[in-house]
């Protein structure tokens, strides 16, 4: 049951992650590839996984 439950949040996760990332860059495409240089974009987009790995993980129960 707990790998299933992991699975589920991994799932949940990537679409959420995928959601942001593809509404972000319709919206600001030329905005974050004009001002913002290479690393620093990846870096946010590590650190906004990061963010939404630890909260659904949360919300299954998955960590303390």
């Known amino acids: 049951m707990d790998k299933a439950r992991r699975f589920l949040a991994s799932l949940v996760t990537t679409l959420i992650f995928g959601f942001i990332l593809y509404k972000v860059l319709e919206r600001l495409f030329v905005v974050v590839w004009v001002q913002m240089p290479w690393w620093g974009l990846l870096l946010l987009l590590v650190v906004l ?16």
């Open 49 to 64: 996984f990061l963010l939404i790995d630890y909260m659904v993980s949360r919300l299954f129960g998955l960590r303390d």
